[in-house]
Each structure stands twice: as C-alpha cells, then as structure tokens.
C-alpha cells in the first residue's frame, strides 16, 4: 500500500521496489536534485528526496530553526514509509540531518535505515566555525554560492532566482549555525562517507570522526570534483555506487567492519582518511 502524501517529501512510488532512499539536499537545495538519479536505479530502489520548509511547493513557509524541529517533524512523516527497509543519502547540510534522523529513530526504538551514506560533510563532532551577522546578508550567501560551486554564474546574476533561493539558504545556514553536538553512542548500522577529491570542506582529517559515530564503517569514497561533484561529471559514478551499497554488496561487507577502508577501484583511488 502506498503511503499518503507528505509535504516533507517527493518522489514516485514504485511498488515492485523492495527498499527507499531518502536522499537529504544541501543548504539551500532542493529534492529535485535527485530525482533524476530514479531513471538510473533499478525498480527495486524506490527514491524520495527531503523537502524542507522555505523552498519548492513550501516556499511560503518558515525554514526550520532546529535540528530538533526538523528530525522530530521528519521522524513522523517517514513512518508510515518505514513498512519496508529504508536507506538515508544526506549531503553536506543534508548528510547532519540524517545523521541526526537516524539517531532520533535509534533513541525512539524506531526502525533505522539499512544504511547510512554521508556526503561532503565533515564530521558532527569536528568544532565549526560560527556565522557572524554579515555572514547572512544577501552580498555574503552570493560569495558563499560561488565559493562552493554548482551554482551557474547566470543563476548568481539572475535577481529573481536569487530572491527566491537566498531566504531558504539564509534559513539553512541559521539552521547549521545552531547545530550543537552531543556525545552518544555509536549508531548501530552500516555507515559510507562520499567525498570529492577537491573539496577543502570535506578535507580527510575532518572525515576521520565519522568512523566513531558508528559500529559498521564501512568506506571513505573518493569522485573527482569539489564540494558538488555529485552534480558534475561524477554523477553516473556516484549512482552506480549507491547501488552497489544498498543492493549488491556482499553479506560479509555487511558484517561490523569498523577499522576497514576499500580501494575504491572505479574512481582511481584508494581510500585514506
């Protein structure tokens, strides 16, 4: 059966599918990123992406203020989808978010997600920098679209489109600034860590934390591109990668493998951190 409707999420049911992504958008991004990614994933793989208040459909609303707010509104809408295995995908903003869900659900005795992939995203417990009050005007975000890249330098100088993103980013860099961590114990499931070779942000040292959050480390995946080569020439890499996790990987890499790092073959690497 179908779940009903949820403004926090968006995608197409697919009923042959025997597990959903919940795939968790950027600061300022929109779940539209990834729908796409559903015409190259097989039907088993059902694929819904986060919709957080301030953007798309919900552009009248306020952003949300907290990670509390939005985990525990996030916790009631995935429910009632949580009647087959579920896996999350959150990149950047998007990889806290899940991060911070799957702890809600583990603390709830809730089901938890088969998989947990975090995307050029830092470590929660790694100390971040502050926003000061400037950080926040329009002339700052703008600096900080281009100096993250994927953003077009025509969006950048396209007023309308500028007055309709910069409140939702506005909202999600308040939402990251406000972010506290707290000491817990390692999530129980299986958890990867994506990362572009260029991106300063998501630099090996501030991935290492990442294997202390949880009792099954899985790998640290390494595409060409920055702080967005999910969107670059990557993407097909990047697709077929989470497929081969959430579907194909063989029962002992499923096993608690904590201290282990693969070679990540494809991409021309090997993983370090």
């Not at 953007?55 to 949300?64: H, T």
């Not at 989808?81 to 579920?86: E, K, N, T, V």
């Not at 978010?97 to 975090?118: G, K, Q, S, T, Y």
């Not at 934390?209 to 995946?221: C, K, N």
Request: with cysteine.
């Amino acid at each position: 059966m179908t779940p009903p409707p949820s403004p926090w999420l968006v995608g197409r049911p697919r009923p042959e599918a025997s597990l959903r992504l919940f795939c968790f958008p950027w600061a300022g991004g929109s779940p539209a990123a990834f729908l796409p990614w559903q015409r190259h994933l097989p039907s088993s793989l059902e694929l819904w992406g986060i919709q957080l208040p301030g953007r798309g459909p919900r552009l009248r609303e306020v952003p949300s203020a907290s990670f509390t707010e939005v985990t525990r509104a996030l916790t009631d809408a995935i429910a009632p989808y949580a009647d087959r295995p579920f896996a999350f995908f959150g990149h950047s903003l998007g990889a806290l978010v899940a991060f911070e869900l799957a702890r809600r659900l583990r603390d709830a005795a809730l089901p938890l997600p088969n998989h947990l992939i975090v995307s050029a995203a830092m470590a929660p417990s790694v100390p971040r920098q502050r926003m000061r009050p400037e950080d926040l005007d329009d002339t700052h975000l703008i600096a900080a679209l281009k100096g993250y890249g994927g953003t077009p330098d025509a969006a950048l100088q396209d007023p309308q489109l500028l007055e309709l993103v910069l409140p939702a980013l506005r909202g999600d860099f308040t939402l990251l600034d406000g972010y506290q961590y707290r000491s817990s114990a390692p999530l129980p499931l299986p958890l990867t860590v994506f990362a572009g070779r260029d991106d300063t942000r998501a630099a090996p040292e501030k991935l290492a934390a990442w294997r202390s959050e949880t009792t099954h480390f899985r790998a640290v995946h390494w595409f060409d591109g920055g702080h967005f080569y999910l969107q670059g020439s990557a993407a097909p890499s990047v697709v077929q990668r989470i497929e081969e996790i959430l579907l194909h990987s063989p029962t002992s890499d499923r096993e608690d493998n904590a201290g282990a790092l693969s070679e990540n073959v494809r991409d021309g690497a090997q993983d370090s951190i």
